[in-house]
């Protein structure tokens, strides 16, 4: 694209060549008249030559004053042109340069503004910017608030129901108020009885401590007695029970007299499957006890002397302490290791053969005391 600065210099180009065309014209013009002129001299100066040389001196005078005159003229013309010419040269030239520089000028100024539409661009293009996030701010802001107005609306909501209830707390604070004005008007009469009572009851705690003491050995006893009930109970079952198979009770035993008769070893094995063993008579108590219960019949009971002769021993392992032999006895007549008792009227023992078959006594321990 052709700019400003190049019509410029094409426009002045162009007055340049037309100055010098006209110049050259010019030129040219003066040229051929003067050529013209020089021309017709010599045609006259070949035809007269006869003439001239006789008597038109006058003629080529007037024609060499006319040339002269006519070249004065012309120089005073080029002059007037060249001056002229060198005027508007001067005029163009001035213009040229203030053009030129009002070129330069405009083309720094247009510079400016290039920097200038730069920049105010570059700035558009951040308040564009600026804009766009301060939009977004605002639609973040606008919904904050919408959010915070909605809270508020909530709020204030909360506080209207809050300041009711307040304003009936604060009337309840004032009937409470009132009646606490009431009920400390009789809090010393209360208090003079409360002490009162407090003492009372003081008296009543050391009583009920001393009652649940009393409660609790009581309870004591009770369980005891109950459960020696329960046990006693549960013998006189038993007592009963054997009771009714033939047993007799005797100081927490209890004694079978057999019905047949067999041999000492015998006799034990039968004991032994009743849960009891041949009788071991340690006392004068159960001596006469089991007398009694045999009736005059001779039964065996729970000592002998088998292991060694002479050394009596019970069935559960005692020595012989106790003893009731009777008169003479033991003996040993015949081998004679196993003892019996009941023999009639004769409340004593008698040492006699093991294999003899006789009646037996069996003794259990039913409970211990
Ligand atoms: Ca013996
Ligand atoms: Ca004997």
Not at 12 to 28: A, F, G, I, V, Y
Not at 188 to 211: F, G, N, P, V, W
Not at 274 to 283: K, P
Request: glycine share 4%; hydrophobic share 30%.
């Amino acid at each position: 694209m052709e700019t400003a600065q190049d019509k410029y210099i094409n426009s002045n180009c162009t007055t340049e060549n037309k100055l010098d065309k006209q110049n050259s014209k010019n030129t040219l013009f003066l040229s051929s008249n003067l050529y013209e002129g020089m021309s017709v001299d010599e045609d006259d100066q070949a035809t007269h030559s006869t003439r001239r040389n006789l008597g038109l001196n006058i003629a080529w005078r007037r024609y060499y004053n006319l040339t002269a005159v006519c070249v004065v003229l012309l120089c005073v013309i080029l002059l007037t042109v060249v001056t002229v010419l060198w005027v508007k040269y001067n005029d163009l030239n001035t213009e040229n340069n203030q053009l030129q520089t009002s070129y330069n000028n405009l083309t720094m100024q247009k510079e400016q503004l290039q920097t200038s539409y730069n920049n105010l661009t570059m700035q558009k293009d951040q308040l564009q910017t600026s804009y766009n996030n301060l939009t977004m701010q605002k639609d973040q802001l606008q919904t904050s608030y919408n959010n915070l107005t909605m809270q508020k609306d909530q709020l204030q909501t909360s506080y209207n129901n809050l300041t009711m209830q307040k304003d009936q707390l604060q009337t309840s604070y004032n009937n409470l108020t009132i009646e606490r004005d009431q009920l400390q008007s009789t809090n010393y009469d209360l208090s003079r009885e409360k002490d009162q009572q407090e003492a009372k009851l003081k008296e009543l705690t050391k009583e009920m401590i001393t009652l649940q003491a009393r409660y609790n050995n009581m309870t004591n006893k009770s369980d005891q007695l109950q459960k020696e009930k329960d046990t006693i109970q549960m013998n006189l079952a038993a007592i009963v029970s054997h009771f009714k198979l033939g047993w007799r009770y005797l100081n927490s035993k209890i004694y079978y007299v057999s019905a047949g008769k067999k041999t000492w070893s015998e006799s034990r094995q039968d004991c032994r499957n009743r849960g009891a063993d041949l009788a071991v008579i340690n006392s004068r108590e159960k001596q006469d006890f089991i007398v009694n219960q045999l009736s005059n019949s001779r039964a065996w009971i729970g000592v002998s002397d088998r292991d060694r002769e002479g050394v009596w021993k019970w069935v559960d392992g005692t020595p012989l302490t106790t003893k009731f032999w009777c008169g003479g006895e033991p003996n040993n007549a015949g081998e004679e290791d196993c003892a019996e008792t009941g023999f009639p009227n004769r409340n004593c023992w008698n040492d006699r053969n093991c294999e003899t078959e006789e009646t037996w006594i069996c003794e259990k321990v039913l409970f211990s005391n």
